[in-house]
């Protein structure tokens, strides 16, 4: 079993569309949480951290639940330049790897 | 500020020879680490730096892979011999000691292709 498992996808999607992607993680361990978007051929990027509290970045929102060991993105009113893979990334604490999903693919179309 | 710079950008080699990639952190940063993603697969640790010393290498896939971070500022991971299933694309970050958590800065990788 993965550690972090994600839908790979694709989500295909309309312009200005919601979508919602989740993640889950099998080391209770883990302490740390985040969203990674990365473009085909680039680096992986930091889209957000994740708290317990939720959190939210303009039209993204990231929610943690930890006894369900599960973690979600919702973007809102899509866009095109939103079309990337988004990768769930966790990290337990006292150690400073990260551990990824294989991520999830989202195309947004006119 | 600069990001994290890896070098070369791709690199084929034949099956047998050695590769040497190279990634320069951000100036001031401590922390310095390596992941790869072979095809198909997730990206994965292979080990940390604090300084110039090997904190965590628990993801090095075996002893072809040589790391060094000599004088603690940029990292060489050298491969050999390289092996097919050694293709993949090596990503370098780097982070802060203050920024434990709060994720980390990646470069743009090194496509390794070995044939």
């Known amino acids: 079993r993965k550690e972090v498992e994600q839908d790979p996808g694709p989500f295909n999607v309309p312009e200005g569309a919601t979508v919602a992607f989740n993640c889950t993680y099998s080391n209770s361990a883990s302490q740390s949480f985040f969203w990674y978007r990365q473009d085909c051929r680039k680096e992986p990027k930091l889209l957000m951290s994740v708290y317990s509290s939720g959190n939210e970045d303009g039209r993204f929102t990231a929610q943690l639940n930890r006894a369900s060991q599960y973690i979600s993105l919702l973007i809102r009113d899509s866009k095109l330049s939103d079309s990337a893979t988004y990768l769930c990334v966790v990290n337990e604490e006292g150690f400073q790897k990260l551990v990824f999903g294989t991520g999830t693919r989202l195309l947004v179309s006119p | 500020e600069a990001g994290v710079t890896q070098f070369p950008s791709h690199s084929v080699i034949e099956k047998g020879q050695t590769v040497t990639l190279r990634c320069d952190p951000i100036?001031?940063?401590?922390?310095l680490y390596w992941y790869r993603r072979v095809m198909g697969k997730e990206i994965k640790f292979l080990l940390h730096?604090?300084?110039?010393?090997?904190?965590?290498e628990s993801g090095m896939p075996n002893n072809r892979f040589l790391a060094e971070r000599t004088g603690g500022t940029y990292s060489t991971l050298k491969v050999q011999p390289a092996e097919l299933e050694d293709s993949g694309v090596y990503f370098c970050?780097?982070?802060?000691?203050?920024?434990?958590?709060?994720?980390?800065?990646f470069g743009s990788g090194t496509r390794l292709t070995v044939v």
């Open positions: 100036s001031g940063h401590d922390n």
């Open positions: 730096f604090v300084k110039e010393s090997k904190q965590d």
């Open positions: 970050a780097s982070s802060h000691a203050r920024t434990l958590g709060r994720g980390y800065t």
